[in-house]
């Protein structure tokens, strides 16, 4: 696995998507903001730099 890196996420949704970013070895979530359709440049935490890091995307309507 590679450390956590900038990367661009290209969203073809007709709905606001959330995003959450996800430390499998803690646990630990934070926010990443909304995230409509187009690219976009998403920044791990630099809190976890180095770190494993997922980035968890859904629809704004689930609310969960």
Do not use: Q
Not at 3 to 18: I, K, N, S
Not at 31 to 39: L, Q
Not at 44 to 64: E, I, Q, S, Y
């Amino acid at each position: 696995l590679k450390p956590a890196a900038p990367f661009t996420l290209t969203v073809e949704a007709l709905d606001t998507l959330t995003g959450e970013w996800f430390n499998p070895l803690t646990n630990e979530r934070i926010a990443a903001g909304t995230i409509a359709a187009g690219s976009r440049e998403m920044n791990p935490p630099a809190v976890w730099a180095g770190g494993l890091v997922v980035l968890h995307v859904r629809t704004a309507k689930l609310g969960r």
